[in-house]
């Protein structure tokens, strides 16, 4: 490990599907905070779950200081979608991502957006 990478002290989070979260806690990101609230750094998107559960969550996620990025399944991304793309900072970053329902889309995803913007600028009218 690098020295970097050990004072970076950032998480990840993740908000998506059962499969997906387990994917990534079973990769080892889990965090459950010590406290009465006992904050955990993942959110299961269930049938029942609502958008605005979702952009609570996300909301929560980009408030917190230990989270640098943020993996988001593109499906529950379009649910929240504003929210998203009004989001610009650098950290945390937010990364879109495939899900079993949903393949990834590249011209939905807010950063993609960004980044093709910035190396393909519009052409001025002379």
């Known amino acids: 490990m690098s020295i970097n990478t ?13 499969d997906t979260c387990v994917g990534f806690l079973l990769g080892g990101i889990g965090e459950v905070s ?6 955990r750094n993942f959110f299961v998107v269930e049938q029942a779950t609502t958008a605005a559960e979702i952009a609570a969550c ?16 593109q499906i529950y991304a379009d ?4 929210t998203v ?18 393949p990834y889309d590249a011209s939905k995803d807010s950063v993609m957006k960004r980044a093709y ?3 393909n600028p519009p052409r001025r009218r002379h």
């Open 117 to 119: 913007g910035i190396i």
């Open 79 to 82: 649910m929240i979608r504003p």
């Open 85 to 102: 793309d009004a989001h610009l900072l650098p950290l945390p970053t937010v990364v879109e991502i495939p899900s079993k329902q949903q």
């Open 34 to 39: 010590d406290g009465e609230d006992r904050e």
């Open 58 to 73: 996300f909301t929560k996620f980009l408030k917190r200081p230990d989270i640098g990025i943020i993996l988001i399944n």
């Open 6 to 18: 050990e004072t970076f002290d950032k998480l990840i989070a993740v908000i998506g599907d059962e």
